[in-house]
């Protein structure tokens, strides 16, 4: 079982920057591919970004592409969200997931992930 809390989510300007952290429990955080999905009121959940559990695979939305970087510290048992250049369309419920297929390739499909935190809201004014 993993469990998964998000942080650092804000109300911010259009052009400002956050950084959202997804802390893990559990000895096997390093093996796992992780996630971010958001959830914008009356839409669908929309993948965001994944890393792989090494870190050296990254994927992104062409929403957020040149953006967002998600990266992950493993010793710390920690995912990331770096989010630069906000827009008012990135407001959402910010969710990061935990993929328990040890060792496999991130995935972008919502369905391939286990477990998942509680969000943290991101509002961007514009």
């Known amino acids: 079982q993993v469990h998964l809390v998000e942080s650092g989510g804000g109300l911010v300007q259009a052009g400002d920057s956050l950084r959202l952290s997804c802390a893990a429990s559990?000895?096997?955080?390093?093996?796992?591919?992780m996630g971010w999905f958001r959830q914008a009121p009356g839409k669908e959940r929309e993948f965001v970004a994944a890393?792989?559990?090494?870190?050296?695979?990254?994927y992104y939305a062409d929403s957020v592409k040149g953006r967002f970087t998600i990266s992950r510290d493993n010793a710390k048992n920690t995912v990331y969200l770096r989010m630069n250049r906000l827009k008012p369309e990135d407001t959402a419920v910010y969710y990061c997931?935990?993929?328990?297929?040890?060792?496999?390739?991130?995935?972008?499909?919502?369905?391939?992930?286990?477990?998942w935190g509680q969000g943290t809201q991101v509002t961007v004014s514009s």
């Open positions: 997931a935990a993929d328990r297929r040890v060792l496999a390739t991130a995935s972008i499909r919502a369905d391939d992930y286990d477990y």
């Open positions: 559990g000895r096997t955080f390093s093996s796992y591919a």
């Open positions: 890393i792989s559990w090494g870190g050296g695979s990254t």
